[in-house]
């Protein structure tokens, strides 16, 4: 670390931040919204998502939602 140096969050960077939020809030809603779990409950879920961002919710979309025809 460079006394006197700012680290800077790049602007090339806040289209994958932005999307992983919505990622992560769009599953915190469908867990909210949902009654049943392949695995674990909603308390399980919601910590995770929030835990883990973005990797929670995306092992919720792959692990935990009950996929409705």
């Known amino acids: 670390v460079v006394m ?10 806040w ?8 990622i992560q809030l769009f599953a ?3 867990i909210l919204k949902s009654h049943e779990f ?6 399980i ?3 995770l998502v929030f835990v883990l961002p973005p990797f929670g919710a ?7 939602k009950v996929k409705t025809d």
């Open 4 to 13: 006197g140096k700012k680290h800077e969050f790049k602007k090339e960077y």
């Open 45 to 47: 879920w919601s910590a």
């Open 38 to 43: 392949k695995r674990g409950n909603k308390l």
């Open 58 to 64: 995306l092992s919720y979309y792959g692990f935990g």
């Open 28 to 30: 915190f809603i469908d």
């Open 15 to 22: 289209p994958i931040v932005v999307l992983g939020g919505f």
